[in-house]
């Protein structure tokens, strides 16, 4: 309808997904995590190897990665919240490495290869995703419930004291709130989200590669949450669309030149637009209804 592939509104609806899972956590809860890419790439390699090898069902597998994100969230959340600011980033990018390297070597990965031909199926054993018409509208209906799931969480008590810890953890603390607790399940939360993102991935593009999990990924999540305006709902859907969008407009026509040029759009959003396009676009109605107030 708005003349796009099917497979690239796929792909750029998994990528928003994605970036709203981490902007769960560091737009909401003020986590800043470098090791986002091994829930997102693990959770691949787990739905594409149970699809193709174990004979799953597309749903399965990508239930399967979901609880994969979840349970290494789990694991992340518990070494390393106890930890904050950067020290926190550096434990989960260590992590994020060694789960790297365990897909680097594992047998089941496809090493440097990737893990190839990941076959669609069918959803239910009822509808086949051959069609990529199909299975976009099937990710769509993914993507629109996880996107509401997400609403209602930050707007939820729960969800209020994810941004109480934000503004000031001290204070929630003072209060009796068991911080650690409320950061770990938010962590697992996005964790989750962002393992389902990951599973629809390889479900869409037949492939799970070393791509998925390496350190860059995780770098790429934070470039569109702060393009997009961190703490923002639309935010990061919007910074993941320029982000795909550039990426496959300019591969192309300037091959690897296609990082310089996000690298400079990022460098010239933190200057001059620190809350992103979108938060910039709020912090601007703000400033015109207080205009029109007084």
Known sequence: MLGLYPVFGMKLLCFALFACAFNLLLGFTGLLSFGHAAFFGFAA?????LVKA????????????????????LLFGAIAIRRQGIYFAMITL?????????????????????????????????LPLASDLTLYYV????????FLFILRVVT??????????????PRAVSLGYEVERYKLMAFVLSAALS?????????????????????AMSGEVILMSLLGGVGTFFGPVLGSGVVIALQ???????????????????????????????????????????????
């Open 45 to 49: 390699y787990v739905a594409g190897w």
């Open 54 to 73: 174990q004979g799953f069902t597309p749903e399965l597998g990508i239930l399967a990665g979901t609880l994969t994100g979840a349970l290494l969230g």
């Open 94 to 126: 260590a992590l994020s490495q060694m789960v790297y390297f365990v897909c680097l070597q594992a047998p089941f990965t496809g090493g440097e290869d990737g893990l190839q031909g990941v076959p669609r199926g069918s959803l239910f054993g009822l």
């Open 139 to 146: 990710v769509l209906a993914i993507f629109v419930a996880c």
């Open 156 to 169: 939820s008590p729960f969800g209020q004291v994810l941004k109480m810890i934000r503004e000031n953890e």
């Open 195 to 215: 393992g389902l993102a990951g599973s629809m991935k390889t479900i869409v593009m037949g492939f799970a590669s070393l791509t998925d999990v390496h350190w």
């Open 248 to 294: 496959n407009i300019l591969a192309d026509k300037v091959g690897e030149w296609v990082t310089v040029i996000i690298g400079a759009i990022f460098v010239v959003c933190v200057l001059a637009f620190r809350k992103g396009i979108v938060g910039e676009i709020q912090a601007f109605r703000d400033r015109r209804k207080a205009r029109v107030a007084h």
